[in-house]
């Protein structure tokens, strides 16, 4: 309330205009992102789960795929009601996540507003395919989305690949949206394959338990959620941005 | 020289703005992803694996 009173003209980027980024930020991340865990938890229950709880049945011994002379096994995963407290958890996480995705995604459209670029519904969707490129089709390209059971390299190094791998593609997919020329273009490629040139870590022996036709399920689910989910989010986010501008 | 001086700060809470929510997001991510603390991982864990999240 005081500075502006003792200036003789006008901030250049008065103190409401930050008010209104803010606000701007704060509704999409938080609005969009709320319904985004909503929609990503509802099609994970629906699609990946049963999946996931039919591979604790190999991973717990339950059921086999292949035991002495037999190969094969039933198909059907254990009814979702048996554990509604754990899927209130997986519901509460993705809110939590997703939100997150929200606020990363609202800094980069007011990074965007800066230089001119001002995102509605259909930016905000190109946005939210850059996220799902980012942030699971990328990583997944080295770490395929892992059926209970599955046995992978130390996690540590596997969160570091993945960061690694998540920072590397988004930085490229801003180059590549961004940069003026082909240098700019050509760094983009370059930091968006280096992760994968560099190669994420494996095992060098394989342990899985369950059905292959389940892990390829889970794995190709996992990413088509994802990218409902992202899509999503960037065209909730991006309408609620102009509508906040 | 006034309007420059006042202009760059604004620039600069700007983009310190836009640097908190990106940190924000950030932290939540990191809580929902890759957090151990307490019982995260149990709870967090259908959701991690079904985003693709290195899990365990």
């Known amino acids: 309330m005081t500075w502006p009173m003792i200036r003789a003209t006008p901030p250049a980027f008065p103190a409401t205009d930050r008010t209104i980024m803010l606000k701007q930020i704060g509704a999409s991340a938080l609005f969009a992102g709320l319904a985004a865990g909503v929609f990503a938890a509802l099609l994970q229950l629906w699609f990946v789960v049963p999946l996931l709880m039919e591979a604790e049945l190999y991973e717990s011994g339950a059921r086999a795929h292949f035991t002495d002379g037999h190969i094969g096994s039933d198909a059907g995963a254990p009814p979702l009601g048996d554990a509604m407290g754990r899927h209130l958890g997986t519901l509460a996480i993705n809110i939590v996540g997703w939100i997150g995705f929200g606020f990363v995604l609202a800094a980069g459209f007011a990074l965007a507003a800066r230089r001119g670029v001002e995102v509605d519904a259909r930016r905000g969707l190109l946005w939210g395919l850059g996220g799902f490129v980012a942030l699971s089709l990328a990583p997944a390209f080295g770490l395929p989305p892992e059926l209970p059971g599955t046995f992978a390299a130390e996690i540590g190094e596997r969160q570091t690949w993945w960061a690694f791998c998540v920072i590397a593609t988004a930085l490229g997919l801003a180059l590549m949206a961004f940069g003026r020329g082909p240098a700019w273009l050509a760094g983009g490629v370059a930091l968006i394959a280096a992760p994968h040139l560099i190669g994420a870590p494996h095992l060098d022996r394989y342990f899985g338990s369950a059905a292959p036709e389940l892990a390829a399920m889970f794995s190709a689910r996992a990413l088509g959620v994802s990218a409902a989910a992202w899509a999503f989010l960037g065209l909730a986010a991006g309408w609620i941005w102009s509508r906040e501008a | ?56």
């Open chain 2, 1 to 56: 020289m006034t309007t420059k001086t006042i202009a760059s700060s604004g620039t600069l809470s700007e983009i310190a703005t836009i640097a908190f929510a990106a940190v924000f997001g950030l932290g939540l991510i990191f809580a929902a992803g890759f957090s151990h603390a307490g019982g995260m991982h149990d709870v967090a864990h259908d959701s991690r694996h079904a985003t693709g999240f290195p899990c365990h």
